[in-house]
């Protein structure tokens, strides 16, 4: 049986939304290899897992042999796309812009990695386009009354606070830079989520007018969270690709906790596992729910494409010892995961366990410490102490850490100090 084109795949896979002529776009990836972009704004300093189905997207193409190009938008940054928006932006200035442009540039590069792609500023074609010539070459080509149909245009003018002149131009700025992108690079392709829809549109519109150059579009759903909101990064709740924003552990833990009616769908979106093999885990988690063996696979999937494979295998040790598995078998680097996401306190190497448990403020007092013993409820390494004793070597792990454990859930790590 042959293998689904891209376009089968993608609309397999949920991936597709919208699209210009499908049988005629089918028809130019069947000629070659095509120049596609696809762009995410520095309005932060991360990009979050709504921008992943995008650079995943755009990976799905430059896998198959096309040309990738990730667009950062150091201009459309400064002004900020109305889409999906109910309020406007905080503008921006050029220091901070350029911050948030270098910190999203490597994470596209984390996920793109090998193979062919190019990363471009369209601050680099817009800031030195005079306002007068802007107006002349672009916006005599749109119509108040086609930018003003534009769905997310017409919710913002509803609202109390309206739109300024300043977001209803995105669209202006969004279509010029595919037309310098179809003229310089030969880009014929541009996606996006569904709310990109109208700008991508007026892109191929002004490409049409200026060139009389025939290009597409194709966007998927957008991906939201369970109360419908879209993952968006003034939303509350996110989870960023940045790691100092949301750590590895917390992005793998992100993925742990999916409901297992998701697993399948975010395989399908963020991960390149073959379908045949995401209905295997269907099956799976269907006869084994309390398993979680799907969502270990997204976990571990999707982490290792953000953060590599280190930092996922990391991660996911560091999420089994809190779950009650064996902390000696973890790595140093696992055990430093560990670290970052329980309290941890500095200890003398002839501390005593009830040292341990006051020094990482398990325990209010020496006398609840003491209470906490005799029921049972202390653990070192998730091993149960039933008496205040010294620590010894044997409790020490890589890189002199104690695991401690008040309960069920309580950890904390303590660093054993030499000398």
Same mark, same amino acid.
């Not at 245009?153 to 700025?173: C, D, P, W």
């Not at 500095?346 to 007092?365: F, H, I, N, P, Y």
């Given at each position: 049986?042959?293998?689904?084109?891209?376009?089968?795949?993608?609309?397999?896979?949920?991936?597709?939304?919208?699209?210009?002529?499908?049988?005629?776009?089918?028809?130019?990836?069947?000629?070659?290899?095509?120049?596609?972009?696809?762009?995410?704004?520095?309005?932060?300093?991360?990009?979050?897992?709504?921008?992943?189905?995008?650079?995943?997207?755009?990976?799905?193409?430059?896998?198959?042999?096309?040309?990738?190009?990730?667009?950062?938008?150091?201009?459309?940054?400064?002004?900020?796309?109305?889409?999906?928006?109910?309020?406007?932006?905080?503008?921006?200035?050029?220091?901070?812009?350029?911050?948030?442009?270098?910190?999203?540039?490597?994470?596209?590069?984390?996920?793109?990695?090998?193979?062919?792609?190019?990363?471009?500023?369209?601050?680099?074609?817009?800031?030195?386009?005079?306002?007068?010539?802007?107006?002349?070459?672009?916006?005599?080509?749109?119509?108040?009354?086609?930018?003003?149909?534009?769905?997310?245009?017409?919710?913002?003018?509803?609202?109390?606070?309206?739109?300024?002149?300043?977001?209803?131009?995105?669209?202006?700025?969004?279509?010029?830079?595919?037309?310098?992108?179809?003229?310089?690079e030969g880009c014929?392709?541009?996606?996006?989520?569904?709310?990109?829809?109208?700008?991508?549109?007026?892109?191929?519109?002004?490409?049409?007018? &200026? +060139?009389?150059?025939?290009?597409?579009?194709?966007? *998927?759903?957008? %991906?939201?969270?369970? @109360?419908?909101?879209? =993952?968006? $990064?003034?939303?509350?709740?996110?989870?960023?690709?940045?790691?100092? &924003? +949301?750590?590895?552990?917390?992005?793998?833990?992100? *993925?742990?906790? %999916?409901?297992?009616? @998701?697993?399948?769908? =975010?395989? $399908?979106?963020?991960?390149?596992?073959?379908?045949?093999?995401?209905?295997?885990?269907?099956?799976?988690?269907?006869?084994?729910?309390?398993?979680?063996?799907?969502?270990?696979?997204?976990?571990?999937?999707?982490?290792?494409?953000?953060?590599?494979?280190?930092?996922?295998?990391?991660?996911?040790?560091?999420?089994?010892?809190?779950?009650?598995?064996?902390?000696?078998?973890?790595?140093?680097?696992?055990?430093?995961?560990?670290?970052?996401?329980?309290p941890t306190a500095?200890?003398?190497?002839?501390?005593?366990?009830?040292?341990?448990?006051?020094?990482?403020?398990?325990?209010?007092?020496r006398g609840d410490?003491?209470?906490?013993?005799?029921?049972?409820?202390?653990?070192?390494?998730?091993?149960?102490?039933?008496?205040?004793?010294?620590?010894?070597?044997?409790?020490?792990?890589?890189?002199?850490?104690?695991?401690?454990?008040?309960?069920?859930?309580?950890?904390?790590?303590?660093?054993?100090?030499?000398?």
């Open positions: 049986m042959p293998a689904p084109s891209l376009l089968d795949d993608l609309d397999q896979r949920g991936l597709i939304h919208d699209t210009t002529d499908r049988d005629e776009h089918a028809a130019r990836l069947a000629r070659g290899p095509v120049t596609l972009y696809y762009g995410c704004d520095p309005t932060a300093d991360s990009l979050h897992i709504g921008n992943l189905v995008g650079l995943v997207v755009l990976k799905r193409f430059q896998d198959a042999g096309h040309r990738a190009i990730a667009l950062a938008g150091g201009a459309t940054g400064m002004i900020g796309d109305p889409s999906g928006r109910s309020a406007e932006r905080n503008l921006l200035d050029a220091d901070t812009l350029g911050a948030n442009l270098a910190a999203i540039t490597a994470q596209i590069n984390a996920v793109l990695g090998d193979g062919e792609w190019t990363l471009v500023d369209n601050r680099s074609w817009t800031a030195d386009v005079p306002l007068l010539v802007f107006l002349r070459d672009v916006g005599k080509h749109f119509t108040i009354n086609q930018m003003v149909a534009k769905e997310s245009v017409k919710a913002r003018m509803a609202s109390e606070e309206g739109i300024s002149f300043t977001e209803f131009s995105y669209m202006l700025l969004q279509a010029h830079d595919y037309l310098v992108l179809h003229e310089r014929d392709l541009q996606i996006g989520g569904s709310d990109q829809w109208g700008n991508i549109t007026a892109g191929i519109e002004l490409v049409r007018r &200026r +060139t009389g150059d025939h290009v597409h579009g194709l966007t *998927w759903a957008l %991906v939201t969270r369970a @109360d419908g909101r879209k =993952f968006g $990064k003034s939303e509350e709740g996110n989870v960023w690709l940045g790691a100092d &924003r +949301t750590s590895p552990y917390r992005f793998y833990q992100y *993925w742990m906790n %999916v409901p297992d009616e @998701d697993v399948g769908g =975010f395989l $399908k979106l963020f991960t390149f596992v073959e379908p045949d093999e995401i209905a295997t885990i269907a099956a799976e988690i269907a006869a084994s729910p309390e398993r979680r063996s799907g969502q270990r696979r997204l976990a571990m999937e999707v982490t290792a494409l953000v953060h590599g494979a280190d930092e996922a295998e990391a991660a996911r040790a560091a999420s089994e010892v809190l779950f009650g598995g064996d902390p000696r078998a973890l790595s140093e680097q696992a055990l430093a995961t560990l670290a970052s996401e329980v500095d200890v003398a190497s002839d501390a005593s366990v009830l040292d341990l448990l006051e020094a990482t403020k398990l325990v209010q007092s410490g003491r209470r906490q013993l005799r029921q049972g409820a202390v653990y070192l390494n998730n091993e149960r102490v039933p008496d205040d004793r010294p620590i010894g070597s044997g409790d020490v792990l890589g890189g002199g850490w104690i695991l401690v454990r008040r309960g069920q859930r309580e950890y904390a790590l303590a660093r054993v100090q030499v000398g």
